[in-house]
């Protein structure tokens, strides 16, 4: 696992067979705190986990508002990723409100997301 608060290229997702799996495959597990939905599933051969995020255009039309809503998603979960700390995980976070959040809200949801899949791993251990 990384140290310090940092999103480098090896923690996003950007090879499609992982997208595919983790949006397809029976393995993936999904969550929400509004207005974010989290669907993650453990991943093999790597030690970091990696994310993506996703704001679709039904919810949001203009694209500054979608750009804002992704860095803003993005930090909230560079500041927090180390809530989680167990296996390596993909990581999905969806967007699924048609308005903007103030970066406090976001950072709520992103903690309290966090938090749950935490949980929830150490249940299933």
Same mark, same amino acid.
């Given at each position: %696992?990384?140290?310090? +608060?940092? &999103?480098?290229?090896?923690?996003? !997702?950007?090879?499609?067979?992982?997208?595919? @799996?983790?949006?397809?495959?029976?393995? @993936?597990?999904?969550m929400t705190v509004f207005p974010l939905r989290? $669907?993650? %599933?453990? %991943?093999?051969?790597?030690?970091? +986990?990696? %994310? #993506?995020?996703? $704001?679709?255009?039904r919810c949001l039309h203009r694209a500054n508002?979608?750009? *804002? !809503?992704?860095?803003? $998603? *993005?930090?909230?979960?560079? #500041?927090?990723?180390?809530? /989680? @700390? @167990?296996?390596? #995980?993909? =990581?999905?976070? /969806?967007? =699924?409100?048609?308005? #903007?959040?103030?970066?406090?809200?976001?950072t709520q949801c992103m903690v309290s997301l966090?938090?749950?899949?935490?949980?929830? &791993?150490?249940?299933?251990?």
């Amino acid at each position: %696992m990384s140290t310090g +608060n940092t &999103l480098p290229k090896t923690e996003r !997702i950007h090879h499609k067979k992982l997208i595919d @799996s983790l949006f397809g495959g029976g393995k @993936s597990r999904s969550m929400t705190v509004f207005p974010l939905r989290l $669907v993650y %599933m453990p %991943m093999e051969g790597s030690d970091d +986990n990696q %994310m #993506l995020v996703s $704001v679709p255009k039904r919810c949001l039309h203009r694209a500054n508002k979608r750009n *804002r !809503i992704k860095r803003q $998603v *993005r930090e909230a979960y560079r #500041l927090n990723k180390g809530l /989680i @700390s @167990s296996k390596p #995980l993909a =990581l999905a976070f /969806i967007w =699924l409100d048609s308005k #903007l959040w103030s970066s406090n809200e976001v950072t709520q949801c992103m903690v309290s997301l966090l938090k749950r899949v935490e949980e929830k &791993l150490h249940e299933n251990d």
